[in-house]
């Protein structure tokens, strides 16, 4: 996928935005689009066969949670 | 013979004379105080100057140090905080709209202890904001400009704490590295930068970019000072859930020891196949690798995970973890941020659960293979920092992305994976500005990058070569 968008891109990006509640100002959204567009090729790159040992841990630090606030 | 000017004093040099009663914190204070006011207007590198507040510590750490009282190696030393570490009564404004009138009542952890140290707090630095951002001008303070040609990027996101080290404003900086934010500007500053171990140095009152990525650590001029800096802000803290019990360590107790006895994996495939890379990197590189053999160091070439995976899966998790935090203000306050953070954060509403569990899975498997698979057979790594030197600041365009290898670092992997990394100074691009060499070692093997850097730092000597600051104009 090139920087270029294309009109599907764009509008799925329109889309996406609007259903998370982003009103995205007209002059901020070139740059925005070309950040989707690099996230979602990146995302796509992550989608490989796991091994069991890539689990992601989960310890938490019970003090830490505790801690005065 | 005339005396050494004091900003060039080393923080062991500046310790000694303290101590012997030649110096004092009070006259360290007013040559930096006195340097910032010559120099800054031109650098950008503060965000506040807390003037008043660095006499008052000064004063104090004099009064200490005739008492008797010492609080270790950086009692009296002047050193200035990233503007989002929090300082008790002092505002952290992350150099940002949204928080421009927050003023914390308790001081970040890495504050703490260098208060505790006796050391002096000059002020807040510079950042891009947020710590993401970009070098923007569109946002309440400037970007910081590059003591070597202020006309040139300074490296980010930690952008006054290069600037004003480079410059000699400040021996010490603090910065924060998510991505390369303490690396980028060590490397493009020529100043030593330190991302410790993922653990080492508690976040706890420094405002987070990405919990899984963030990291604290210092900029300063040698690999000494670096050491000694970490031994103060490191250690375990129970109110940070990222903090790890590890033993205290002497960093510098391997300073000054050659290479003999340590294997160097030279990471070249890691910068050498990108399109664009500058051959001056290439050349720089080689010759450092080669300059680390002549120090008694076994070098081999050898090869990392692909570089473009490390850099998916630092990307994906860094950026849904600052929309997490940015949400609300983000659908309700867009103006408020500045361009580069509102472009660079908001599409990652587009990002799935599934997508940031992907990422934590590879996460885990590129951390595996980087220490069980290369880590193993060598005692450390050295690659590149950067793959061009620093643009110019007008190279950046209006709406994000600047030009690709603009901003490009080779320092996210590291990241990923928690390994401490250390920039230290390798020489310089034709141009006259800086490059570094980026030194990764093992978690929790911080010794062994010191040792390293401290001995490529004292065969190079480029650390000696300064900015030829003028007049109020770095030249």
């Given at each position: 996928m090139g920087t270029e968008p294309g009109k599907a891109h764009e509008h799925e990006f329109d889309a996406v935005m609007a259903r998370c509640g982003h009103d995205v100002p007209a002059d901020l959204r070139p740059g925005a689009l070309a950040v989707y567009l690099e996230l979602t090729r990146m995302a796509a790159r992550l989608r490989q066969p796991r091994a069991a040992e890539s689990e992601p841990s989960n310890v938490f630090n019970v003090r830490a949670l505790l801690r005065d606030r | 013979m005339t005396s050494p000017p004091l900003h060039t004093l080393s923080i062991a040099e500046a310790g000694v004379a303290l101590r012997a009663g030649r110096l004092t914190a009070q006259a360290l204070t007013e040559h930096a105080l006195a340097r910032i006011a010559t120099h800054d207007d031109t650098l950008r590198a503060f965000i506040r100057v807390t003037a008043a507040r660095a006499r008052e510590d000064a004063a104090r750490a004099d009064q200490e140090l005739r008492a008797g009282l010492d609080r270790g190696p950086l009692h009296g030393i002047p050193y200035g905080l990233k503007d989002i570490f929090d300082v008790a009564g002092i505002p952290t404004t992350c150099n940002s709209r949204l928080r421009l009138d927050h003023v914390p009542a308790v001081d970040s952890e890495v504050e703490a202890r260098l208060k505790a140290g006796g050391a002096v707090l000059l002020g807040k630095l510079t950042t891009h904001e947020f710590a993401l951002g970009g070098p923007g001008f569109d946002l309440p303070f400037p970007p910081a400009r590059n003591p070597w040609n202020p006309a040139h990027f300074t490296g980010g996101s930690s952008s006054g704490s290069g600037s004003a080290v480079a410059a000699g404003l400040l021996r010490v900086a603090l910065g924060s590295d998510t991505g390369g934010s303490i690396r980028s500007p060590a490397t493009h500053c020529g100043v030593v930068g330190l991302k410790p171990t993922?653990?080492?140095?508690s976040r706890r009152g420094v405002f987070p970019l990405s919990f899984a990525l963030d990291h604290c650590g210092p900029l300063t001029w040698s690999v000494e000072d670096a050491a000694l800096v970490l031994g103060v802000i490191a250690g375990y803290d129970p109110?940070?859930?990222?903090?790890v019990e590890a033993p205290a360590e002497r960093y510098t107790e391997d300073l000054g020891q050659d290479l003999h006895g340590l294997r160097l994996g030279y990471a070249r495939r890691l910068f050498s196949d990108i399109s664009g890379v500058s051959p001056e990197v290439l050349a720089a590189m080689d010759a450092s690798a080669q300059t680390l053999a002549k120090l008694g160091a076994v070098v081999e070439e050898v090869v990392l995970p692909d570089f473009e995976l490390f850099k998916a899966c630092g990307r994906i998790i860094m950026t849904v973890e600052a929309y997490a935090i940015h949400e609300q203000d983000l659908k309700?306050?867009?103006?408020?941020?500045?361009r580069y953070t509102y472009q660079r954060v908001t599409p990652a509403a587009a990002l799935t659960a599934a997508d940031l569990t992907q990422a934590f899975r590879l996460r885990q498997e590129l951390t595996v293979q980087l220490n069980r698979e290369v880590l193993s057979r060598y005692d450390a790594l050295l690659t590149t920092t950067a793959l061009t030197s620093a643009p110019r600041l007008d190279e950046f365009p209006h709406d994000w992305p600047p030009p690709s290898l603009a901003v490009a670092v080779q320092t996210v992997p590291f990241n990923v994976t928690g390994n401490p990394a250390l920039v230290v100074p390798a020489g310089f691009f034709s141009n006259g500005l800086p490059l570094g060499m980026q030194l990764v070692g093992r978690p929790f093997d911080e010794r062994t990058l010191f040792r390293v850097g401290a001995a490529f730092e004292a065969r190079v000597g480029v650390t000696h070569r300064r900015p030829p600051l003028e007049g109020g104009r770095a030249s």
């Open positions: - | 993922y653990g080492r140095v109110l940070d859930p990222s903090s309700t306050r867009p103006r408020d941020f500045g």
